[in-house]
T-cell receptor
Framework: ETGVTQTPRHLVMGMTNKKSLKCEQH?????MYWYKQSAKKPLELMFV???????ENNSVPSRFSPECPNSSHLFLHLHTLQPEDSALYLC????????????FGPGTRLTVT | TQLLEQSPQFLSIQEGENLTVYCNSS?????LQWYRQEPGEGPVLLVT?????EVKKLKRLTFQFGDARKDSSLHITAAQPGDTGLYLC??????????FGSGTQLTVLP
């Protein structure tokens, strides 16, 4: 299934770096999501975009900045991250943001040193 | 905060055995989804259950939604090594939030 792609797949960055994660969905969906997956913790919803508009921000620190230029693309801009931000960052999409069936990308494994 | 507890956290069995994993909550969900995640990949949706008491079958996998829509189970018959993965349940309790459990890591040994 290559409906949702994410780049890069792996990223190592220092705490003073600025980097961006990219997600693209080829499914014609209107909603896109960012999740954080840490070891031994449930998936944490970070942001929801519906028709390019942000509809949810689950108290995510400002060092994570999302951008959704259109319904097919989603970015997560990272700056001055902390080591505890190391995790697998997953992008997902769905037809609409009613928490129906979501299709996930393969994730970006982020390590903050 | 809506919480989903999954059990067991880890399960290692031999090929051909049957198993059941559970997903429990004190909250009522409008629907519940099961996903499987393999190493290096994102979760893949297996099934969505909506009606209390609903049972759905997907080949050797049987999913059941509790009558009160607070719990669900996944039963695998004659497990195969290809069933190995992290099984996640996710409950929708509003149109704005999907809560995931922490998962059951299943390993099926040949």
């Amino acid at each position: 299934e290559t409906g949702v792609t994410q780049t890069p797949r792996h990223l190592v960055m220092g705490m003073t770096n600025k980097k961006s994660l990219k997600c693209e969905q080829h499914l014609g969906h209107n909603a896109m999501y960012w999740y954080k997956q840490s070891a031994k913790k449930p998936l944490e919803l970070m942001f929801v975009y519906n028709f390019k508009e942000q509809t949810e921000n689950n108290s995510v620190p400002s060092r994570f900045s999302p951008e959704c230029p259109n319904s097919s693309h989603l970015f997560l801009h990272l700056h001055t991250l902390q080591p505890e931000d190391s995790a697998l960052y997953l992008c997902a999409s769905s037809q609409v943001s009613d928490m129906g069936e979501q299709y996930f990308g393969p994730g970006t494994r982020l390590t903050v040193t | 905060t809506q919480l989903l507890e999954q059990s067991p956290q880890f399960l290692s069995i031999q090929e051909g055995e049957n198993l059941t994993v559970y997903c429990n909550s004190s909250s009522v969900f409008s629907s519940l989804q099961w996903y499987r995640q393999e190493p290096g990949e994102g979760p893949v949706l297996l099934v969505t259950v909506v009606t209390g008491g609903e049972v759905k079958k997907l080949k050797r996998l049987t999913f059941q939604f509790g009558d009160a829509r607070k719990d669900s189970s996944l039963h695998i018959t004659a497990a195969q090594p290809g069933d190995t993965g992290l099984y996640l349940c996710a409950g929708a309790w509003s149109a704005r939030q999907l809560t995931f459990g922490s998962g059951t890591q299943l390993t099926v040994l040949p």
